[in-house]
């Protein structure tokens, strides 16, 4: 199956852990990455694979996978971590597809 | 790090055509795959297009099968993404994302800033 679902919308205090989560069949057999995006900007990737960060991304952001629910978990959200996160993942035809994206607020 | 430029975004009428560009630099064009992918005003991203870093290998979400060409030039280090049949339903800011790479466990590392494309008569 292509579909990843998302929740729609989450809230953290500031300080605070959010964990968001992504589910699919396609993540039994592939990777989620995970991306940032604030209004108006390009999305930006977070996360990628088991548990990986680009050069530049704080660690307060981690990624975990168990069976078909790949989760992205922030810890000590600050304001600048407000804004949309998309997952991502692909099919074994090798297109790809993204989830609905989850809206976090940070209060 | 590298750096991606869409250019080509423009306004047309439904059934007309246009051609984006993407225009690389700051990383070796040629070794990598690149992928379009769309976002309708006030929607989440759509996955449009996926080009080998041969070329030889593309890939084509069903909404645009048959309508839309990916494409690259080597020389050039750029990306294209050739859109016929225009639909009001394909306007959205267009981005081209490096990617999948492998040693990135298929992501997109690096996007552009996007172009507008509006299909409205």
């Known amino acids: 199956s292509s579909e990843l679902t998302q929740d729609p919308a989450v809230s953290v205090a500031l300080g605070q852990t959010v964990r968001i989560t992504c589910q699919g069949d396609?993540?039994?057999?592939?990777?989620a990455s995970w991306y940032q995006q604030k209004p108006g900007q390009a999305p930006l990737l977070v996360l990628y694979?088991?548990?990986n960060r680009p050069s530049g991304i704080p660690d307060r952001f981690s990624a975990s996978i168990s069976g078909n629910t790949a989760s992205l978990t922030i810890t000590g959200a600050q304001a600048e971590d407000e804004a949309e996160y998309y997952c991502n993942s692909r099919d074994s035809s090798g297109k790809h597809f993204f989830g609905p994206g989850t809206t976090v607020t940070v209060l | 790090e590298g750096q991606l430029v869409e250019s080509g975004g423009d306004s047309v009428q439904p059934g007309g055509s246009l051609r984006l560009s993407c225009a690389a630099s700051?990383?070796?064009?040629?070794?990598?795959?690149m992928t379009w992918v769309r976002q309708a005003p006030g929607k989440g991203l759509e996955w449009v297009s996926y080009?080998?870093?041969?070329?030889?290998?593309?890939y084509y979400a069903d909404s645009v099968q048959g309508r839309f060409s990916i494409s690259r030039d080597r020389f050039k280090k750029t990306l294209y993404l050739q859109m016929s049949s225009l639909r009001a339903e394909d306007t959205a800011v267009y981005y081209c994302?490096?990617?999948?790479?492998?040693?990135?466990?298929?992501?997109?590392?690096?996007w552009g800033q996007g172009t507008k494309v509006t299909v409205s008569s």
């Open positions: 080009i080998s870093a041969s070329g030889g290998s593309t």
């Open positions: 994302a490096k990617g999948p790479t492998v040693t990135k466990d298929d992501a997109f590392d690096i």
């Open positions: 700051g990383f070796p064009f040629n070794n990598y795959a």
């Open positions: 396609s993540l039994k057999n592939f990777y």
């Open positions: 694979g088991e548990n």
